[in-house]
Each structure stands twice: as structure tokens, then as C-alpha cells.
Antibody, heavy 122, light 106 residues
Framework: EVQLLESGGGLVQPGGSLRLSCAAS????????MSWVRQAPGKGLEWVSG????????YYADSVKGRFTISRDNSKNTLYLQMNSLRAEDTAVYYC???????????????WGQGTMVTVSS | SYELTQPLSVSVALGQTARITCGGN??????VHWYQQKPGQAPVLVIY???NRPSGIPERFSGSNSGNTATLTISRAQAGDEADYYC?????????FGTGTKVTVL
């Protein structure tokens, strides 16, 4: 069964850091681009960052550029999101999502994790 | 930055057809994907690349894309189709989601 399981969320003070992880199983992890998508309470979906299957290409939303870093360890089938200089407006459920088509960097997301909540507050 | 505009809400009678629009500048030249999200759950892909259905998605869900508007059509609407729906495209090295539409089945 194809599955994504996020972890690492929690409560952090403004200016603090947090590292999210997403453990993948049931598919050839290195063949697919992955992304992080967030959803603030009561709001819509916002794409945060994406990474190619090899990890060699990364993309970021303007709202997180310079503060967040996406990475992946294909030997561990795990996706990461390092979040620094966190702000109140980063408060959201963070989902990891799998690219739907092999060997493409962009496109639809066919598998989503259950999400992990990040709360930035003093 | 590229913007995708969706109606805030759409209502449909049980068994009838709902159409959800996604407006964007020359969106017809892009691949559009659609997601369904029910309360407390992760999004589910229902249409990819304008009009393709992933396995397990009912034929009642269909999509089209032309000009400045993409459309998700839900035929023979069921109570279980009540959800938020989002469109998505790739533009200028970023993925962009629409504003979201809440579908109510009456």
C-alpha cells in the first residue's frame, strides 16, 4: 500500500525552527517528485516547496524562500522540510504529497499524508 | 504571481450536475488538476491533466479546460460529493492552488 506518514510538527515560538519528516512506503521513492503543501486553519491549500526525484532540483513558494529548505534521503525513503525563522503565519497543517507521474518534477499529487500540525506562537 | 479564481460556493440538487470553475489567465495552455477535500481529511486527486481520472474516481467526475477557464463537472451528484474542491496548475516554477469551492448537495 502506498503511504506517506508525516512527523515533527508541534508548538514553536516565533523565530524558532522545526524539522518535518515524511516517511514513504509502497512505491519507488526516488522515481517521484515530492512536495510539501500546507493549510492554515479554516483556509485553502498553499503549496510550500517541491523537490525532484533525485533531489537535484528544488522549488519554493515566495512566502518561504530563504527560510525553509526541502530535502530528501532516497536511501531512507524520507522527505524533509527544515523550517527556520518561523512566523505566526506559518501556522498550518503541513502535508507531504507525492507526484503522480514518474520522472516529472511538476504536476498533480496523487498521494497525500495525513498531515502534521505546526503552531507558531509565544 | 499567477492567480486561480474559484467561486466560493456551489450548490447542487441531489442527482443533478455541479460545475466548478477555475479561472486564470490563459489557463487553457496549462495542465489543470483537481482535488476533493472533506473536513478533517487530506485532499484527494479527482482529475489530473485537465480531464484524466485516477483509478478509483467515479466516471461522474470529469474535467475540461479552454481559454481562461477550467471546469470540474460532477454529474449525478451524491451526498458524499459534499466537500471543498481545489484546482491546481504549475506556473513560473511554482505550484498554484485555486481559492477553493465548497460544494453543497441539497
Amino acid at each position: 500500500e502506498v503511504q506517506l506518514l508525516e512527523s515533527g510538527g508541534g508548538l514553536v515560538q516565533p523565530g524558532g525552527s522545526l524539522r518535518l519528516s515524511c516517511a514513504a512506503s509502497g512505491f519507488t521513492f526516488s522515481s517521484y517528485a515530492m512536495s510539501w503543501v500546507r493549510q492554515a486553519p479554516g483556509k485553502g491549500l498553499e503549496w510550500v516547496s517541491g523537490i525532484s526525484g533525485s533531489g537535484g532540483t528544488t522549488y519554493y513558494a515566495d512566502s518561504v524562500k530563504g527560510r525553509f529548505t526541502i530535502s530528501r534521503d532516497n536511501s531512507k525513503n524520507t522527505l524533509y522540510l527544515q523550517m527556520n525563522s518561523l512566523r505566526a503565519e506559518d501556522t498550518a497543517v503541513y502535508y507531504c504529497a507525492k507526484g503522480a507521474e514518474v520522472a516529472t518534477t511538476t504536476g498533480a499529487f496523487d498521494i497525500w499524508g495525513q498531515g502534521t500540525m505546526v503552531t507558531v506562537s509565544s | 504571481s499567477y492567480e486561480l479564481t474559484q467561486p466560493l460556493s456551489v450548490s447542487v440538487a441531489l442527482g443533478q450536475t455541479a460545475r466548478i470553475t477555475c479561472g486564470g489567465n490563459n489557463i487553457g495552455s496549462k495542465n489543470v488538476h483537481w482535488y476533493q477535500q472533506k473536513p478533517g481529511q487530506a485532499p484527494v486527486l479527482v482529475i489530473y491533466r485537465d480531464s484524466n481520472r485516477p483509478s478509483g474516481i467515479p466516471e461522474r467526475f470529469s474535467g475540461s479546460n479552454s481559454g481562461n477557464t477550467a471546469t470540474l463537472t460532477i454529474s449525478r451528484a451524491q451526498a458524499g460529493d459534499e466537500a471543498d474542491y481545489y484546482c491546481q496548475v504549475w506556473d513560473s516554477s511554482t505550484e498554484v492552488f485555486g481559492t477553493g469551492t465548497k460544494v453543497t448537495v441539497l
